[in-house]
C-alpha cells in the first residue's frame, strides 16, 4: 500500500524532528554540561576528567584505593580520546602513573602532580563561578581540589582530615 500526501508529510516532519536530536547525541562530546554554560573551558570531556578526579580525591581522602585506578584509567582514556585537545596529554600521563599506584603511599605521591595540573588548567582558563575549591595542606605541601568548603584532606586521610585550607574557588 503507497503511503498517502498526509502519511508522507507526516514521515518528513518526524525525520526532520529526529534528525537534530541524533546530531546531538553523535556530539554530545561537544556538548558543555548544564552547570558549565559559563564554562567553555569544562565542557565533555573535560568534565568527566574532574568528575573522576573527584571520586580519587574522595577515595583518598578516606585512607582508600577503591575505584582509583578504575577513575584514574577513565581520566587517561577521556583525555587521550578527547579530539579537541583541551587538556595535555601529560595529565594522561600522570592519571596512568596513579592507576599502577599499589598503596596509599604511592597513590598520593602519584595524586599531586595530577591535582597540580588539573588546577592549572582551571587556572589558566580563568574558570569561574564553579563548585570546584583549591585546598592546601601545609603539612604535605600539596594541593587539591575538592567540591564544599570543609576539608577533606586526600594526602594525610583519616589521620588528619581537616587539615588544610581553602585557598580558591573556582
Known amino acids: 500500500m503507497k503511503p498517502n500526501k498526509l502519511q508522507m508529510t507526516l514521515m518528513i516532519l518526524a525525520t526532520l524532528a529526529v534528525s537534530p536530536l541524533s546530531r546531538a547525541a553523535e556530539n554530545q562530546n561537544l556538548k558543555p554540561m548544564a552547570d558549565t554554560a559559563?564554562?567553555?573551558?569544562?565542557?565533555?570531556?573535560?568534565?568527566?576528567?574532574?568528575?573522576?578526579?573527584?571520586?580519587i580525591q574522595t577515595?583518598?581522602?578516606?585512607?582508600?584505593l577503591e575505584g582509583v585506578?578504575?577513575?584514574?584509567?577513565?581520566?587517561?582514556?577521556?583525555?587521550?580520546?578527547?579530539?579537541?585537545?583541551?587538556?595535555?596529554?601529560?595529565i594522561a600521563g600522570q592519571a596512568e602513573v596513579l592507576a599502577q599506584a599499589k598503596d596509599l603511599e604511592a597513590a598520593r605521591k602519584a595524586f599531586k602532580p595530577l591535582s597540580d595540573s588539573l588546577i592549572k588548567y582551571l587556572a589558566d582558563q580563568k574558570?569561574?563561578?564553579?563548585?570546584y575549591n583549591e585546598a592546601y595542606c601545609?603539612?604535605?605541601k600539596a594541593s587539591w581540589l575538592q567540591m564544599g568548603k570543609k576539608i577533606s584532606n586526600p594526602y594525610l586521610g583519616r589521620s588528619m582530615p581537616g587539615c588544610g585550607e581553602i585557598k580558591r574557588t573556582f
Open 38 to 55: 559559563e564554562n567553555p573551558a569544562l565542557m565533555q570531556p573535560v568534565k568527566s576528567v574532574y568528575d573522576h578526579y573527584l571520586k
Open 59 to 64: 577515595s583518598l581522602a578516606k585512607d582508600s
Open 69 to 90: 585506578p578504575d577513575q584514574a584509567n577513565a581520566i587517561a582514556k577521556a583525555i587521550k580520546g578527547d579530539d579537541m585537545k583541551m587538556l595535555s596529554p601529560k
Open 127 to 131: 574558570v569561574q563561578a564553579s563548585s
Open 138 to 140: 601545609p603539612m604535605a
